[in-house]
């Protein structure tokens, strides 16, 4: 399913790395499958999501990072830099752990100094409500643009980071590689910057 | 408890009238009692918040509407339109909702065109990680500032809205009568529409 | 030339109708044109702009206004209310001064309470600096998203006033039609309001 | 005359150094003392204004920068960055330049990606029409939070940066040392970064 396979995997959904183990301590964030699907179908969830750009000396977007896959079928796909914010985690916080995961821990990102997102996109499981779609959840995701200045490696080993003008991201086709209506809130994000 | 009794009893939290019951069909995203105190413990929550105001025909803000109550001890607090997103709930939906609870049926609110809020504010349970603290739960608040054109009539009879102008509620004793470090938050959305 | 055809005349540049004849004790913010000349060759002009949009009843933009006109040429072209800020005159009123000039007095414009724009443009005539551009001048403008409530009339006579579903104000073609690169500035106000 | 004096010279208004002085091409956007004049009577002035701050790794404004001078009377007063922009500079370029010019070659400002200000205000002349006076002119400026990363060494040496945590600088006292209103406007930027 399109939708399913453009969105990165969650790493609450993966085989968790030693690194997203719950620790020792057990932090109330941290949701068993089973409890994630029961919140998931109960409330919604925030998220945060980022795009990621180059910026020249005076602030203006030269570049944007899209993360780009392969999936299980072969179909590459292009992704924003996405995921959950846990239980007792601040937005900034959920947000650079999120760069780091899907960046590499070289990217430095400049975390806007506003908590204020460039938009806010509503998934919904069930189509029609809002433009924006997620399967598995009801979610409400803060979208900031963020300069990073150091080099990009992405993590999981899956995944790389391409860079292009701001003109080729908005591109209709580039556009159209982003599932769940991401195409439309990356636009919408580059918009804000004066792209 | 100071913060506590400063915060708007969710409908959740209060003996359900009617139009607070679950329906027949029993939407998922009703919670209970039980239910709603195991997610407030595992995940953030999304609430919106509104500072109604009244503009003058270029837009300029010339009152702030302030909830006014007293606690069972007799205090007088101030409050901010608040409540919960519920699971399948637009932020729009929801800050109608919200509003209408709050304000009555009359209130004629003009939300925002843009889905972008004026601040985002974080509460958390554990003091010290933000200036606003929730002690039931760690909620991802969206905070709008909302123009009402009709008559407001709180419909629960322990409220009452009072109006004043944006200099007044900027007055510090006006603002520490917000409970939660919504003093804070409520300078802000002044702020941002330029009062 | 294009462009110059695709902007609406600023009344400063017509044969001026009795309302835009300076006052008798003669403002000093009205310019004469060789005053204007001087002055746009010299600094910066101060513009507003504004997307005329329909809401429903939670501030879902359902409709964008686009000014409609024929060129000396027959060329049918789009355009945003726009105009230049006079000496002493506030930018709510300026904005308010030309939503009436070209919708009419009936379209009872809803201006933001927010004073921070939904965009900013920089046009300067000598093309490359910015995607916009002016021929007439290097002009700074303040673009807002404004909602209008009432029935929309132009006063001058060559104008007329379309609405589309924001999808169809989207579209790469009346992008197009918009000249001065201000359909890339339509985007980025419509992006701004979560289209 | 207290808002003059805390206001900064422009560098227009200072016995030109080197780096002020029209090129020998002279450059369309140098303006006389007696053109300046003569505009400043005739139309809103574009200015740009920043808030210098200091960020954390994840965003979090840790401190304010404000500039302090002594006025020829020997009264401290406080002042942001700001300053003119000329025909043919586009915001950034004048942003950057009124920074270093203000902080010194060695700040190493972040200008933030997007052009839109974290607030607009409108000086006035004449008193009454908004909360910003400036005697000199009617203008419209541009106000800008912007983190800086390196030293600064005002280049004028009357200037000082001092830096102080964002609840000093927004204590009444701190606020009331900023001319012309300028103390509502820091208070209004530093809301915008959720201080």
Do not use: K
């Not at 939708?3 to 993966?14: C, H, N, R």
């Not at 570049?63 to 924003?80: D, I």
């Not at 029609?128 to 779609?133: K, N, V």
Request: proline fraction near 11%; charged fraction near 20%.
């Amino acid at each position: 399913m399109t939708v399913e396979t453009a969105d990165l995997p969650d790493p609450e959904d993966l085989p968790a790395d030693p690194e997203d183990l719950p620790p020792a301590d057990s932090n109330p964030g941290w949701l068993s499958a089973d409890e994630l699907d029961f919140v998931r179908g109960r409330l919604p969830i925030v998220y945060v999501e980022a795009v990621p750009v180059r910026v020249d000396g005076h602030g203006r977007v030269t570049e944007v990072g899209l993360l780009l896959r392969s999936t299980p079928e072969g179909v590459m796909t292009r992704a924003l830099v996405a995921g959950r914010v846990r239980y007792g985690e601040s937005l900034r916080d959920a947000l650079f752990r999120h760069l780091e995961n899907d960046l590499g821990p070289m990217a430095f990102p400049l975390i806007p100094a506003s908590p204020v997102p460039a938009q806010v996109a509503e998934y919904f499981p069930m189509p029609g409500l809002s433009p924006y779609i997620d399967e598995r959840q009801h979610a409400v995701s803060l979208v900031y643009v963020v300069p990073v200045t150091g080099s990009c490696n992405p993590r999981q080993d899956a995944l790389e980071v391409s860079w292009m003008a701001p003109e080729a991201a908005l591109a209709p086709d580039v556009l159209a590689e982003l599932g769940g209506g991401r195409g439309r809130l990356l636009r919408q994000a580059l918009s804000s910057v004066g792209c």
